[in-house]
């Protein structure tokens, strides 16, 4: 087990950014666009998946099929309507100074997002990161949440073993995600689960949103941490 303190690897919508209930919107207005009419909650339980994934595992809870050229017309409208609802969405209690405190005590951290970068790049914007922020998109990587590859390839970008990052997450499939990674991970509420739903996706820790987290973190030189940054404290995972 590594002495040094662990990387964050974290997710943006629902985790840094207040903007999942603008992604549902979003995607109903998409769906509804191609003939297919969901209630907002049967949309919110796959919201943390890439778009590609979201739209094949809600298509197979309907029974219907779409060509290619019409996924790509969804995933375009969603784009677009998230696009104007963008403004609406605000940064969560506390990260700002969370992204802040990590910077200023030097834990490196990334952002490892199922969105694409023409998404992200607003919600960027608005927590106010440096632009050579570590970033790792849907563009980048092979395959989204809940496979690895996302936190695979920040902790990669950060030159950390993943092993001893903390992800930071307000979904399931981040959760599951991590797991996969073999990552430690800390589940978010501001992403509308519940403790229980994160805790079995595999969260070690569960806070309220980012404001939780810095009354607890501690900077590795004055000898203490964050409880989800310290293995010790939390129980190291085989």
């Known amino acids: 087990m590594s002495a040094r303190a662990p990387a964050f690897l974290f997710d943006l919508d629902g985790t840094l950014v207040d903007s999942v209930y603008q992604h549902v ?3 109903r207005e998409a769906l509804e666009a191609a003939g297919i009419e969901l209630a907002v909650w049967r949309i919110h339980r796959r919201i943390g998946m890439s778009g590609g994934l979201f739209l094949d595992a ?17 995933l375009r409208v969603h784009a677009e309507s998230y696009a104007r609802q963008v403004s609406q969405v605000r940064p969560l209690p506390g990260a700002r100074e969370l992204l802040a405190y990590l910077t200023k005590v030097q834990v490196p951290w990334a952002i490892a997002t199922s969105g694409r970068l023409e998404s992200a790049r607003p ?37 950390v073993p993943v092993a001893d990052s903390v992800v930071v997450g307000d979904s399931v499939w981040d959760l599951l995600a991590a ?17 229980e739903e994160l805790e079995r996706a595999g969260a070690y820790r569960v806070y309220q949103d980012p404001a939780d987290l810095p009354t607890d973190i501690r900077a590795p030189s004055d000898g203490g941490s964050h409880p989800a940054a310290r293995r010790a404290r939390y129980g190291a995972r085989s």
């Open 25 to 27: 919107l979003a995607w």
């Open 58 to 74: 809600l298509l197979r809870e309907v029974g219907r099929r779409m060509t290619p050229d019409e996924e790509a017309r969804v």
């Open 123 to 159: 919600t960027l914007t608005m927590l106010g990161v440096p632009p050579d922020t570590p970033l790792i998109t849907r563009d980048q990587v092979k395959h989204a949440k809940p496979d690895p590859d996302l936190f695979l390839a920040a902790a990669e970008r950060l030159k």
């Open 179 to 195: 797991r996969r990674a073999r990552a430690l991970s800390v589940g978010l509420l501001s992403g509308g689960y519940g403790q």
